[in-house]
């Protein structure tokens, strides 16, 4: 891993525990032992460190979406694979994070939003098109319109207030909506499959 990238994944850890607003430029250069300046010369200021790290994470997530892929030629195994990426995605957007990012840096927030529809789109859509040939997946759907309703119920855990008080913890939650998104769009034999692999999830 280049030395750029390790920096990310650092900072990225930083943001994670501390918070959007609450880490400070000062606080990052000081973990890394380098000056204010130093820092300024590689980030013009915070809102840009923040752009490079949400698009970095993004990235390492659909590098491991798209590695899943050669493990099952099976669609529907594909997206359960998938589920634990997604939740791993959202675990990096921890409460405190995650919050104060949409509170303070709602630009931010709203671009990497649409950033990671219309990265993680290209891959849902192939897999519905996968799916369909399969016989898995019904074809009398919207597969845009049904993606959004996915990526939403994702990361709801996190930003909607109806789940503040959520009692499955993420993985959970996360498995549960994509068992519900999977029953959304399966047909009969899709739906019969899923019976089987959902007692497998223990869900």
Do not use: W
């Not at 891993?1 to 390790?6: R, W, Y």
């Not at 032992?33 to 949400?54: H, I």
């Not at 594909?78 to 921890?94: A, I, Q, V, W």
């Not at 897999?127 to 919207?142: A, H, P």
Request: charged fraction near 30%; include cysteine; aromatic fraction near 14%.
């Amino acid at each position: 891993m280049s030395a750029d990238k390790e920096f990310l994944l650092k900072v990225a850890e930083l943001f994670a525990e501390n918070g959007a607003k609450t880490l400070t430029m000062d606080d990052i250069a000081k973990e890394f032992a380098m000056s204010k300046k130093t820092l300024y010369q590689l980030y013009k200021n915070k809102e840009d460190l923040l752009t490079e790290v949400l698009d970095y994470k993004m990235d390492l997530i659909v590098e491991t979406l798209l590695l899943n892929d050669s493990k099952t030629d099976n669609a529907i195994e594909r997206m359960f694979l998938r589920e634990k990426d997604f939740e791993n995605f959202s675990r990096t957007n921890k409460t405190t994070f995650i919050r104060q990012l949409i509170k303070y840096y709602p630009s931010i927030y709203n671009q990497h939003i649409l950033s990671i529809d219309e990265k993680i789109s290209k891959i849902v859509t192939h897999n519905i098109k996968l799916g369909r040939q399969q016989g898995y997946y019904r074809t009398d759907f919207d597969e845009r319109l049904y993606i959004k309703f996915l990526l939403q119920l994702m990361f709801s855990y996190e930003d909607s207030p109806l789940f503040e008080n959520e009692v499955n913890d993420r993985q959970s939650f996360c498995l549960k909506v994509m068992v519900f998104y999977m029953h959304s769009i399966a047909t009969k034999k899709g739906k019969d499959f899923l019976k089987d692999f959902d007692f497998k999830q223990e869900v």
